[in-house]
């Protein structure tokens, strides 16, 4: 069994800054990647950030030079700083982790229960 626990979304004014923090627990023989998706109301799911087990890390272009998707050195924990938020970034933000949970099971995406952030003008 594998849970993703999210935390530090929340209500910010314009201009304001967030980081939120995603902790993978659990049955986990290796994480390929971990990453973060947001879906607003009305939208389809997109990905905002990623970062590979190897430290590469991508983003979305809305929030690039804005966001920065960390991790710690366990590799476990996935972190997103987000700054200078606007309310087009409110949505429900989701946690990603790419893994395997032994060495001859296929990778598997699994998924956070999603955390809310709300930018208010």
């Known amino acids: 069994q594998v849970q993703l626990v999210e935390s530090g979304g929340g209500l910010v004014q314009a201009g304001g800054s967030l980081r939120l923090s995603c902790a993978a627990s659990g049955s986990i023989f290796s994480i390929n990647a971990m990453g973060w998706y947001r879906q607003a109301p009305g939208k389809q799911r997109e990905l905002v950030a990623i970062?590979?087990?190897?430290?590469?890390?991508n983003s979305a272009d809305s929030v690039k030079g804005r966001f920065t998707i960390s991790r710690d050195n366990a590799g476990n924990t996935v972190y997103l700083q987000m700054n200078s938020l606007k309310p087009e970034d409110t949505a429900v933000y989701y946690c990603?982790?790419?893994?395997?949970?032994?060495?001859?099971?296929?990778?598997?995406?699994?998924w956070g229960q999603g955390t809310q952030v709300t930018v208010s003008s």
């Open positions: 990603n982790a790419i893994l395997r949970t032994g060495i001859t099971t296929p990778v598997i995406n699994y």
């Open positions: 970062i590979t087990s190897g430290g590469s890390t």
